[in-house]
């Protein structure tokens, strides 16, 4: 079976055993209404949010390439840059209650 076969298939199989959620802010949601909109006019494509954005994950995976570079050009939000930092800290920093920053990078000889 070819990939674009298969991907229909997976569509149809999937789509009346919905079983996850998946929520969207306030913006998100405008902008998937935005989107199914432009289609429907544009286009005459008229689909739901649910398939628009299994479409969108299948796009997605295809060009995953094209789709990383696109998601390396936005910035990451404060809340997920002190995320990474506390993982990265914990992971890679050792820890010495008893000695200040300094000590552990220049020694105890300042």
Request: charged share 30%; aromatic share 12%; proline share 3%.
């Amino acid at each position: 079976m070819n990939n674009l076969l298969r991907h229909w298939v997976s569509l149809y199989n999937g789509y009346p055993n919905m079983t996850t959620t998946v929520k969207l802010d306030d913006n998100g949601k405008a902008q998937l209404e935005k989107l199914q909109a432009k289609l429907r006019l544009k286009s005459d494509i008229k689909i739901d949010q649910f398939r628009l954005l299994r479409e969108l994950i299948y796009f997605g995976e295809q060009n995953f390439e094209d789709f990383l570079s696109f998601l390396q050009g936005i910035p990451l939000a404060e809340e997920e840059i002190e995320k990474i930092n506390k993982k990265f800290i914990r992971a890679y920093s050792y820890h010495y209650p008893d000695k200040t920053d300094d000590d552990v990078l220049y020694g105890d000889n300042l």
